[in-house]
């Protein structure tokens, strides 16, 4: 588009999915606004967060949605996956049911979004070092066979969170130029 400072040449929506408290909101609140809290279960979340990236040259708004603790009753509205074009899928490097439940996720995904869509698979939580559960390995094997990126995030210290992010834009993206 043309002109002002706040105009942009893209908008993407995106979304959050993976089971309850892996961290997705604290990676959209860092995200978008580099903030990060011990307790976000108590403030029912935005449902969704601006940030704008540059690739390119391109401005790129991103629209970042979160399921705001829907995920907990175990079914998120079809809204939240309608136009999206790409997903961060998380899981906590701390609790192996929450990788286990990535395919189940990604079903749920695909039954609202076309099969191409663009997706990220994000271990959080990886300063806790000490209470690993899933490995490396593990986690390679898993994007290797649904052909996705795999990255290791902190919400808590920021480590990878933008670049998981960007890596996700940029496949969204490179698939659209
Ligand atoms: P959500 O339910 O997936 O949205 O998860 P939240 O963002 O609400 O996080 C659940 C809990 O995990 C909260 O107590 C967060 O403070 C904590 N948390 C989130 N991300 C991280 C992280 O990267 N490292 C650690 N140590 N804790 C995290
Ligand atoms: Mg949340």
Known sequence: KSGGGSEYDFIFKVVLIGDSSVGKSNLLLRFTRNEFRLDTQSTIGVEF???????????????VWDTAGQERFKTV???????SEGALAVFDLTKPESFEHINTWIEELHRHTPADIPIVLVGNKSD?????????????????RLKVSYMETSALNASNVEQAFITLVKSIFYKKI
């Open 49 to 63: 967060a601006y940030k704008q990236i540059i690739i390119e040259g391109k401005k790129i708004k991103t629209q």
């Open 77 to 83: 509205i079809p809204q939240f996956y309608r136009g």
């Open 128 to 144: 806790l070092v000490d209470q690993r559960k899933v490995s490396q390995d593990q986690a390679k094997d898993l994007a290797q």
